[in-house]
Every structure is written in C-alpha cells, then in structure tokens.
C-alpha cells in the first residue's frame, strides 16, 4: 500500500517543542514533495509547511514561520517537523502528504498545546 504514517503528536505547555515524523512506505519518497498539514477543532485542513524533493525549497505558513522547521530525510524515506515556541493555536491534528498515485490521507498525529 502507498501511505504515510505519522507520529511524534502529544500534549505540551505553550512555548514547548515537538517533532512530528512522517515515514513513507510502498513508494519512494524522494520522488515528491512533502506537505504538513493541520486541522484544528473546528476549522478546515490547511497547509502548515512543505519540502521539495530535494529539500532545498521549503515554503511556511505565514502563522508558524521561524517556529516552524521541516526536513526530510530520503535515505530514509522519512520528513520530519520540528515545532518549536508552540502556541495554543498550535493545536490540531498534523498530517503529511506526498501526491504519490493512490496516495490518501492518514490519520494524522495530534498536537495539544495548552496550559
């Protein structure tokens, strides 16, 4: 099967860190760029960051840019998410994405960052 994997969400304090892991498997991720996404409660899906497939264009969200730092690793057939000085509008459920043929969304892993 094509699918990615999420992991690495937990609950934190505001101003904490977290790195989200995104393992691909049944392709090569190298082929493609990674997107992060985000859905909070009650709002829609949104793009958080992605990485070309060479992971030297990276583009941000506007909201977590210089907090904010996504990576791959294609040795490994891994991205990554390094989140730092979170916020409480941090909080959603973090997807990644890879527009791999018969490719489709994950269950994502979810970031609480409150007090």
């Known amino acids: 099967q094509v699918q990615l994997l999420e992991s690495g969400g937990d609950s934190v304090q505001p101003g904490g860190s977290l790195r989200l892991s995104c393992a691909a498997s049944?392709?090569?991720?190298?082929?493609?760029?990674v997107t992060w996404y985000r859905q909070g409660p009650e709002q829609e899906r949104e793009m958080v960051a992605s990485?070309?497939?060479?992971?030297?264009?990276?583009n941000y969200a506007d909201s977590v840019r210089g907090r904010f730092t996504i990576s791959r690793d294609n040795d490994e057939n891994m991205a990554y998410l390094q989140m730092n000085s979170l916020k409480p509008e941090d909080t959603a459920v973090y997807y990644c994405y890879a527009r791999a043929f018969g490719i489709s969304w994950g269950q994502g892993t979810r970031v609480t960052v409150s007090s």
């Open positions: 990485i070309g497939s060479l992971g030297r264009k990276m």
């Open positions: 049944g392709f090569t991720l190298s082929r493609y760029t």
